[in-house]
């Protein structure tokens, strides 16, 4: 199959099965998604979702935030993981946030990324998700599900080359919702340890079935 018809078969199959994909984090404006999202590096969703509700009662802006201690924020974070350099980010981000940008989430991918505890995949993250624009977050999910189904090549070895491989080849308009199908098709099929390939839709265009099921 060549690559061209390989994306196109991928993107069919979740345009029907999987057409309004997004972001299972729970936020309601572009503060908190950019909060949630810098929490949940090396920790699941979940556990951020049940730690968040409290966190934004108390800290509402940046401004709320900025102006409170590492020892406080610490407080609401200290299930999830690394919370001591977590608080240290949240605290720095709503300051920066305050003195730097109105108290507003930049746009630009530079803007998100000099915030501290932003690196380049969170940035794609609100970049993509609040902002609408062609920016691919990889993460776990995304790098092992991209190589596994063939869509980028096993020589794209770090996040950045299969970022550039993926967003060569689909669409604009495509790019944020292809960043949550293959998240959640990692997440709950394409298992890191034990893929199940039984539930899978798509093992017709997987390189990864086809070299482990002799067919």
Not at 61 to 78: G, H, M, N, Q, T
Not at 100 to 126: C, H, M
Not at 169 to 175: A, V
Request: charged share 20%; hydrophobic share 40%; glycine share 4%.
């Amino acid at each position: 199959m060549l690559k061209k018809e390989r994306f196109q078969a991928f993107i069919s199959h979740f345009e029907s099965s999987f057409p309004e994909a997004e972001t299972e984090l729970h936020y309601s404006n572009p503060f908190e998604l950019l909060v949630a999202v810098v929490l949940s590096a090396q920790c699941t969703d979940k556990r951020i979702n049940q730690v968040t509700p409290a966190l934004f009662k108390r800290f509402p802006d940046p401004k709320a935030l900025a102006e409170s201690s590492v020892e406080e924020i610490f407080s609401f974070i200290r299930s999830v993981s690394y919370p001591n350099n977590k608080a240290k980010h949240l605290l720095g981000l709503g300051q920066k946030l305050v003195d730097q940008f109105a108290g507003k989430v930049p746009e630009t991918l530079e803007d998100l990324q000099s915030l501290p505890g932003v690196g380049r995949k969170t940035a794609n993250v609100i970049a993509s998700v609040i902002y609408n624009q062609p920016a691919m977050a990889v993460d776990t999910h995304v790098f092992r599900v991209s190589r596994r189904l063939g869509l980028v090549p096993q020589t794209a070895k770090t996040p950045l080359l299969v970022e550039k491989a993926l967003i060569r080849h689909l669409p604009n308009d495509i790019i944020p919702r292809a960043h949550h199908w293959l998240i959640l098709h990692g997440r709950y099929i394409c298992l890191a340890r034990k893929p199940n390939c039984s539930a899978c839709g798509i093992t017709h265009f997987c390189t990864y079935f086809t070299k482990n099921s002799g067919k």
